[in-house]
């Protein structure tokens, strides 16, 4: 027996915002910056940010709606909901109950996941464990970035800006949802799951307000955009665990997978990883240039996107890989 994803979802704020504008609200030409760095570091052309009033837990909710209604699954028959995103709506208590009570989900259990850009596919590993022990039968999983609330867009010196931009700047806000039951096909479903940390590396990147070390500071509230550790391990995810999951469930990374799914950090590096694989740059999954780098959203945008275009279909063997902060680098191999 295992678990199987049923339905995915999606929701993107409005507002689109385009890489020239970006550039501009971040002072490029005052600091004597050209245009286009952003773009040019990254591929990403364009973004989403959410309305002021519209919060982590709207997204998800928006997301989860849209993933409901296509796998024909009531709010009455879900049993647990886990919220996984980098943002949250405050503090306490867990955003997963505001997440709930807009979508009137009684008589189930809910909670938050916390593990960066890692969040989604922690929550798949959970939900598949919680189905696999039948503690619950159908598990929603969702993700609500609303990431560009934490931006800051003052930069002191063209040497931050360039050393902090392309990643600050090419940040989304967006929410993706999976909807997880139990199969007895064991040609469906979750097949293999790995997980590491390296926790020497915890302090890069760190948003470091928040929490009570900086309980009142409000100008640490922002993302760092210091993230050449995690791009490196991004490009190591590639030679160190996709061979070992490859190895543990039988595939051949190049003749049996039909798509990969990474975190979307840049196209470049997206570009390496073909390379470094020998796997073709059109089975691997991308939309960091139109949606932008989209924290733990990133897994079930792309994972719907490629179900949209026809990449992903029913019996696809899939991997979803991702890194966070922390570091955190995790690989799932799916069958849907």
């Known amino acids: 027996m295992r678990s199987r994803i049923k339905g995915v979802g999606r929701y993107l704020p409005n507002r689109i915002v385009t890489s020239e504008e970006a550039e501009e609200l971040a002072g490029f030409k005052k600091l004597g910056v050209r245009k286009g760095l952003c773009k040019m570091l990254t591929g990403c052309e364009e973004r989403r940010y959410s309305d002021t009033n519209e919060y982590s837990s709207h997204i998800a909710a928006k997301a989860a709606i849209d993933v409901m ?6 709010s009455d028959e879900v049993d647990a909901l886990i919220f996984c995103s980098v943002s949250q709506d405050f503090a306490e208590p867990a955003t997963a109950n505001v997440v709930m009570d807009l979508l009137n989900i009684k008589n189930a259990f809910g909670f938050d996941v916390k593990n960066a850009c890692n969040a989604f596919l922690t929550g798949i ?8 022990t039948g503690k619950a039968d159908i598990v929603l999983v969702v993700s609500g970035e609303a990431l560009s609330k934490w931006i800051n867009f003052k930069f002191e010196s063209k040497e931050e800006l360039i050393r902090r931009a392309p990643v600050t700047l090419s940040i989304g806000d967006g929410g993706g949802a999976f909807i997880m039951e139990r199969e007895e096909d064991d040609n469906k479903g979750i097949v293999k799951s790995i997980f590491r940390t390296y926790a020497e590396y915890w302090n890069n990147n760190v948003v470091w307000g928040g929490g009570v070390r900086f309980p009142r500071d409000s100008d640490k509230m922002y993302i760092p955009g ?15 665990l996709l061979p070992i ?5 039988g595939w051949n990374f190049q003749k049996d997978v039909d798509c990969y799914i990474p975190t979307q950090v840049a196209k470049w590096i997206n570009k390496s990883m073909s390379n470094e694989l020998s796997f073709p740059i ?3 999954i991308q939309v960091v240039d139109k949606f932008g780098n989209v924290g733990a959203s990133n897994i079930p945008i792309a994972t719907y996107e490629a179900i949209m275009d026809g990449r992903l279909k029913t019996g696809s063997k899939t991997l979803m890989s991702g890194v966070g902060v922390g570091i955190n680098i995790a690989t799932i191999a799916v069958i849907l």
Do not use: P
């Open 69 to 74: 209604k296509k796998a024909g699954v009531s």
């Open 125 to 132: 590993d959970i939900a598949d464990s919680l189905i696999k």
């Open 226 to 240: 210091t993230t050449k550790v995690i791009i490196d391990e991004q490009r190591n995810l590639g030679k160190n």
């Open 245 to 249: 999951l490859e190895r543990e469930v």
């Open 282 to 284: 059109e089975k691997i």
